[in-house]
């Protein structure tokens, strides 16, 4: 039992009560009610520009909104009716990484098609992974439960909860590190907070190119990283034109394992290749008589491999009189045009004469320094160091925080909805310290629920109701889930809120004070609070903002001309002027 996922149970408990629907969660922003205007506004901004990191948390202080707008996702599939598995078709031998499964819904008799994925691009080569951990349990001939959720992305747990940051514990400081909007990070924190990108690279193969043997030897001829397989530093693959003069020089076996920086086209594309397509107008034994197309040859049989297990599969339903749905007529479709030798295939309305390929390749991106992040609460900031955790803060009970923030980016922007998150959690942390002095599950039990009633009464009844249903040793589970995991609690955003009276009233009850601190072993003059604010990743990265480029070409406008060789993975860095003042340095 998950401690958050208590709320798919609670929905029941609620359903009973007299129209209450506070803890329902229906709200749309987090403590709107200590919040500039301004800012609020910002946040609906920011959570559209935020990126799908890869192992996120629900948030702590949480408004139950959260899954109201997760329900409403395409990144996940539950099945609406019992499906039977009639038949899985890998698309590339013994790897997992995408298959179909051919399926007969119970119910209407249809056949239909599930794809399994790694993950699905969005805009700019963001992405989210997919959780594929039940689907992959199902075999041929097995039946799927009606509203089994076969997949669904890092966003989602198993019970459908929705999230999308961290919840990382912080501290505010005034230096130089956090002038501005600017914020030092932990490193573990810098790894946390990754999330990644799938390029896809296209290239297209004239007969008078080869790629070279870069991942090859002597015995097989390899030009990029088969399924799986990482890249060797940043470096795809490479094309070389043949160049009839230097021919002799040029195809040596031993000049083929080597990069002309020159003359070669590189493609560049860091990370793991996850997938490939290759599309040729060129018969698979013509390509089999060149050594240089070894690989090539092997993924195109894979793939007709593929298309022919779909075509026969469905061939032989067809002849039964089965009904096919829209996505799976798509695909029984597309199996015969890729089978089809007459039909020639075309890149950008043209037709090409030799290979065309696509390579998807996922690189994982940890924060730099650079990195955006923000709060909930319109309070956004620039990553401008990274430092060991040992490096951090770290109070009397060595718990060291994640993130530095300025304390001046609060008052100046009237900004206090930030604290009342961070002040919560750092009275709940030191509940919980309490809790685990306490010998009996009733008094851990006693003193919890005491806590979770001075802040909110609805939350209150719902857990002390769904506790009374529970068994000894469930109660016990229940109770340590909290030590564990921590105390998330409820709070709208516009009513029934904790107010500063009410927070008030906790520090006259509970006493608590803030921490003694050191950095680095040195004790810091005046103590401090640590408590967990909850962090959303944004997608503007250094990476983007960053142009190198010396002495080139001009345009009719006389200024520098745009190149797209970045886009295409075909440089390091961008090579198109930006607007100086706009993210950059002169350097």
Sequence with gaps: MSHFTLGQELDEINEKYDGKDDFLGIDILTNASHLDAVRGTMFASMITQSVCINNPEPPKIFTRYENQVGKYSSSYLKNDDEYKIIKKINKFSNIDNYYILIVKNMKTKEYDIIERKLGESLTENYCYLNNNEKIDSFQEKDKIPKDTLLYHSTNFDDFGNYSYGLNAKVCYMIENNTIEDAIVCSESLAKRMSFNYIYERAINLNTNDLFVNIYGDDKNYKCFPDINENTQGKVLLVKRRINYENALFDLKDEQLKNINYKSDTIVYSPGRVIDIDIYSNVPIEELKQDKYN???????????????????????????????????????????????????????????????????????????????????????????????????????????VDLILNALGVINRLNPAQLYEQELNFISDNIIRDMKK????????????????????????????????????????????????????HQPPFWNNLDFEGLSKLYNKYKYKPYEVTINGVKVEKPMLFGEEYMLRLKHEPSGKLSVRSTSFINLKNAPSKSLAYKKGEEIVSKTPIRMGNLAYII
């Design 294 to 400: 070894e690989q090539i040859v092997y993924y195109l049989e894979e793939q007709k491999r593929y298309y022919t297990e779909i075509k026969e599969t469905l061939e032989k339903l067809e002849s039964k009189g089965a009904v096919f749905t829209d996505s799976l007529s798509f695909i029984y479709r597309k199996s015969i045009e890729y089978l089809n030798e007459d039909i020639k295939w075309r890149n950008d309305k043209t037709e090409f004469n030799n290979v065309y390929l696509k390579i998807k390749v996922l690189k994982e991106n940890p924060i730099h320094i650079g990195s955006k992040i923000a709060g909930r609460y319109g309070n956004k900031g620039v990553i401008s160091k990274i430092l060991p955790d040992e490096q951090m803060p770290t109070n009397q009970f060595g718990e060291r």
């Design 438 to 489: 306490l010998r009996t599950v009733e008094s851990k039990k006693k003193f919890l629920f005491d806590y979770i009633k001075e802040i909110s009464e609805d939350e209150y009844e719902s857990l002390n109701t769904f506790y009374n249903l529970l068994d000894k040793d469930e109660k016990k589970e229940f109770i340590n889930e909290f030590i564990e995991n921590g105390i998330y609690i």
